[in-house]
């Protein structure tokens, strides 16, 4: 992974993530692994942020960055196929605006062949459950980057269980602060860390 471009990152340096993001993609470096770099940046912001050595401002301002380093990256870790697989649907869960995560899942699921509804960020329960009757997907993602909004990743499942819904459904939950302890907490099926392993596992679910 490059340090540079993770340095960079957790720096804010904007014009050295771009000019990184290009070197790397011109030597062929898959576009998972420049994000693996990047979101490992991200994170050291984070505990930046965490240590008041960094403010609300540059929380923006990584996100713009991270934006800006992805559209280099064009369609991510995939072949392009589209919808050869079953529905996911996802989401980040209410009270939270936390969407890069949560776009790069999206955008990589959609590229190796799942049909993708995204529901955006801040969805309410009551969006879930339509979503689940409308399309019956086999598998739908949660996102969640705040522990604050836990409980509300708890609620949710707990309402699409009563709906009856929660049969043949596997719920997968991810996002920064979110771990196997998190998973049993709010009674989700799975933790992912990355897009990849959400591939992996909804082609093993869905018998891909
Ligand atoms: C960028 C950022 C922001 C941006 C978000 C912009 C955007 N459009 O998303 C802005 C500035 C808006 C923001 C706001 C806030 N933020 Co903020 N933010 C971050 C930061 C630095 C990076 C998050 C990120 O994008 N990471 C990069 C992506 C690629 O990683 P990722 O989201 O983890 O996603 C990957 C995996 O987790 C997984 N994944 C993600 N989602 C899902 C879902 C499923 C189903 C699956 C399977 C997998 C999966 O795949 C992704 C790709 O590999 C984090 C620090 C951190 N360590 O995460 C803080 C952080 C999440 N923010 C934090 C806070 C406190 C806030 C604010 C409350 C700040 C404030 N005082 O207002 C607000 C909350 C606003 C709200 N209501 O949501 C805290 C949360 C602390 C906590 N304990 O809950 C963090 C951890 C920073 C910190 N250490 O204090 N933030």
Redesign the pocket.
């Known amino acids: 992974m490059s340090k540079k471009l993770i340095d960079a990152m957790a720096d804010l340096d904007e014009d050295l993530v771009i000019s990184e993001v290009k070197t790397l993609v011109s030597q062929g470096v898959p576009a998972l692994d420049i ?2 770099a ?2 490992e940046g ?2 050291t ?3 930046r ?2 240590e008041k050595e960094y403010f ?1 401002s540059e ?2 301002m ?2 713009e960055i ?2 800006e380093a992805s559209q280099l990256l064009g369609g991510v870790g995939g072949e392009g196929a589209t919808s050869k697989y079953g529905t996911f649907v ?1 989401g ?1 869960i209410y ?8 776009n ?2 999206t955008t990589v699921m959609s590229s190796n062949g799942f049909h993708v509804v995204d529901l955006g ?2 969805v309410p329960t009551a969006k879930y459950i339509e979503a689940i009757k409308q399309y019956q997907p086999k598998v739908i ?9 836990f409980d509300n990743i708890k609620e949710c499942i707990q309402s699409i269980e009563k709906a009856g819904l929660r049969k043949d459904l596997k719920i ?7 771990d196997e302890a998190t998973c049993k907490y709010v009674g989700a099926d ?6 990849q ?2 591939v992996e ?1 909804s082609k093993k679910y869905m018998g891909v």
Do not use: R, W
Request: hydrophobic share 45%; glycine share 10%.
């Open positions: 994000i693996a990047l979101q991200m994170s912001v984070g505990k942020f965490e609300l929380l923006i990584s996100a991270f934006n996802m980040t009270d939270d605006i936390h969407d890069i995560g949560k790069i899942v960020v801040d993602g949660i996102s969640c980057l705040l522990t604050t909004a997968l939950i991810g996002g920064g602060p979110v799975h933790v992912c860390k990355n897009a392993e959400t596992y």
